[in-house]
């Protein structure tokens, strides 16, 4: 395709910062080619009308690419092997999911031989580095546009100017900045840009309508979790998307995540993420009964360090790929069933059941019985571990 100066691609989400996107590049002279990377978070009737809003607002074409699988494989396994947990408490919702757009836009870009690309990131978070940095690796020679950063508008600014050019964004609508994918969604408000407020009930996209308990079995296999009670699945995908039907009624998996920024501010944000909740915490007890200690700590240490290069945009460092070598390798006897009762805003993990289960080994029951050793064992044990002390440590207690 011959390279055209006037046409860019835009990383296209149908939300209120991309669409002032397409109008005010379109008015600008570009041919805007919107794009969306699909992981999860649009059925068919969405992607629909940011068909039609696209075009409406001036796009020249319009393409939604459907990722999901693609996303899981190269992502979301990794942090649930990981068991990650941005400050023991965010799962990447967001994070995960820009950068994986981000290296998907940049392929369509270099597909379509266009002159720039272009997104929506404001000036004040962390989804412009990624997508700028993911940028810079893959296709330093394409031009990168960012209208909300450059000009630095407010929500109510992009409001104005779409009603002005014709197009109606409710002030509802733009009252809540709403992300959904298959690892959770996030919401930013107002009351996120406080350190104190809690996001009201109507700005969660799920609303509550299950109080009564219930008990739900998680199959893994290799770490993937494949089965939910009785149902097996043919991918993790649909155990994940089937396990988020059950548990989100309950209002399971809301929080609001307080972290450092990669432009080194703090940030706040609202998600609500129940089935990657309760598999990473599900996952991570059947670890716990299956790994060893060294391959327990080293696997936390490593996956802490993947979480927080994945959520700075680090995605693309080649030690990237070492780390989920290792992690993967971890997974080899992470088979079997986890126990969990879900009940209206939490839920409790009861145990499990595996065929690598060590506590089912039976060399002893731990404040119970012991066969693998004897009394006189443990003393002579004792005796040379407490060798290495020096005296010194005796005045240090006394």
């Keep these: 395709m011959k390279n055209q100066n006037n046409s860019l691609v835009l990383a296209y989400s149908g939300g209120l910062d991309t669409s002032y996107c397409i109008k005010y590049l379109s008015l600008e002279g570009w041919n805007v080619h919107a794009v969306s990377i699909n992981t999860g978070g649009f059925d068919k009737e969405e992607i629909h009308k940011m068909e039609q809003q696209a075009y409406t607002l001036g796009a020249t074409s319009f393409q939604c690419i459907d990722a999901v699988e693609s996303y899981y494989e190269k992502y979301i396994r990794f942090l649930i092997y990981g068991n990650v947990l941005r400050n023991n408490t965010y799962p990447l919702c967001v994070s995960a999911e820009r950068m994986f757009q981000a290296v998907e836009i940049a392929k369509v870009a270099q ?41 630095q508008l407010s929500r109510q ?50 609303p509550i309508d299950k109080t009564e308990e219930t008990k739900v079995r998680l199959h893994f296999l290799k770490g993937e979790l494949v089965g939910v009670n009785e149902q097996v699945f043919d991918h993790p995908l649909s155990a994940i998307q089937y396990l988020q039907s059950i548990a989100a ?146 005045e240090l207690v006394s």
């Design 111 to 151: 597909q379509l031989n266009v002159n720039a690309i272009a997104h929506g990131s404001t000036g004040a978070g962390n989804d412009q580095v990624r997508f700028d940095l993911a940028f810079n690796v893959l296709c330093p020679e394409i031009k990168i546009i960012t209208p909300i950063r450059d000009q």
């Design 157 to 206: 600014e992009e409001v104005d100017f779409l009603k002005h050019h014709g197009f109606e964004w409710t002030t509802q609508k733009a009252k809540y900045s709403i992300n959904k994918g298959i690892w959770g969604t996030s919401v930013g408000g107002a009351e996120t840009l406080t350190s104190h407020q809690y996001l009201p009930e109507e700005a969660w996209p799920t």
């Design 249 to 394: 009624p309950y209002g399971i998996g809301r929080d609001i995540h307080v972290g450092d920024t990669i432009i080194g501010i703090k940030g706040r944000v609202g998600f609500e993420a129940a089935a990657p909740l309760i598999i990473l915490k599900a996952h991570h007890l059947l670890e716990k009964h299956i790994l060893g200690k060294w391959q327990a700590y080293w696997k936390e240490q490593l996956a802490n360090w993947y979480g927080m290069m994945l959520h700075e945009g680090q995605y693309l460092d080649p030690v990237m790929r070492n780390i989920e070598g290792f992690l993967e390798n971890t997974q080899q006897q992470i088979t079997g069933e986890v126990f969990v009762k879900l009940y209206p805003h939490r839920f409790e993990l009861q145990g499990i059941h595996s065929d690598f289960d060590k506590m089912q080994q039976q060399k002893g029951q731990y404040g119970e019985m012991n066969e693998g050793w004897t009394g006189e064992d443990v003393k002579g044990f004792t005796k040379i571990l407490a060798n290495h002390f020096s005296s010194p440590v005796k």
